[in-house]
């Protein structure tokens, strides 16, 4: 039986307390795009009358979800009294996992950043991880004057993914303690409060979405290239996360002028990583004598680098464009963003590279933009996933 063959559930009635809730949840939505806005200003937004827009924020007063910030000034009549998003009605957090520290980022229910702390982990050993992600967010709490337990919601974004059917992390072999049966089950625990693990190039693409050059589109494909390779895509404004979790996991996608990787998990790399990841930026451009200590360094100089660093870049650019063309093969995406420490190390000379190789290798012609998040892609990835949770959980109001 397909879609068309089935029979159509019944509307759910339109009663007062959920047209109620409707309201709310749009009047709040637009406190948080505008700022503060009257009465008069929200009835005019959603179409409510003012005796009915006065009764919703009388309801969202009550429910601690606004605020009394001010009234408007120099207009004719007398001032209007002014409302915004109740900054305390809830808090969440993000956190970037990689192999050598641990960022973490608290912000209140409006999105507005408290207090962000790095813990930096060399060496570490599997065993401690939930320990280690605990204090380190009981300091972030800390720096944000914040107590214990007050967190909604927490985000964080590690390599690899969960496998839906297994709940297990995949395709992060280099993330040692990270592995367990139930990980986001004992971190729920530990932290007081509901955790949801989350790929860190997807939520790179949440935060492009929401605050960066793929705001707007609802078709897209990241690339972020830094110490490896991998993709987020974003089809009909959804993140696609394929069966095991692992969409996107292009670094192993074999590529022509690579190796061919026969085992991929035991190696833990494959084509596309052995082409534009960190270690091979680093063997391209010792070639090109371009010495330096990272990927980054080596792009930077050879911009520097008449030439021989000119040279190295549209090498690298033909590496890059080579994975991207298989990719876009496959999604057909309106826009490609790139992104990570190799991308932005290039600037727009490697994004220029890059479109023109991208051209003569693909049929299909996306957009190709730089990222413009500033900061860390996958902390503000994980605010908005956690955020987005939190708001969906604390502005129902039926």
Known sequence: MNDTTRPTAAPRPGTPSRLRAINDRAALDLL???GPLSRTRIGALTGLSKPTASQLLA??????????????????????QLYEVNPAAGYVAGLDVTPSQIRFAVADITGRTRAEYTLATPGRQAAGTVRRVADG??????????PWGSLREVVIGTPGALDPQTNKLRYAAHLPGWHTPDLTGELSAALGAPVAIENDVNLAAVAEQALGSARGSEDFVLLW???????????????HRGFTGGAGEVGYMPLPGAPLVRNVRRENSGGFQELAGANAVLALAKQYRLTARSAQAAIVR?????????????VLANRLATGLAAIVAVVDPELVVLSGGIPTAGGERLRELVQEELTGLAVPRPKLLSSTVQGSPVLHGALQRALTDARERAFTTA
């Open 59 to 80: 309801r969202l007063e009550a429910a601690g979800l606004v605020v009394p910030v001010g009234t408007t000034a120099g207009g004719p009549g007398p001032n209007a």
């Open 137 to 146: 967010l009981a300091e972030t709490l800390q720096r944000a004057e914040l």
């Open 225 to 239: 290239a830094e110490e490896g390779i991998g993709a987020a895509i974003v089809i009909g404004g959804r993140l």
């Open 302 to 314: 050879a911009l520097e680098t008449p030439g021989a660093g000119e040279e190295f870049l549209q």
């Open 32 to 34: 948080l795009e505008h």
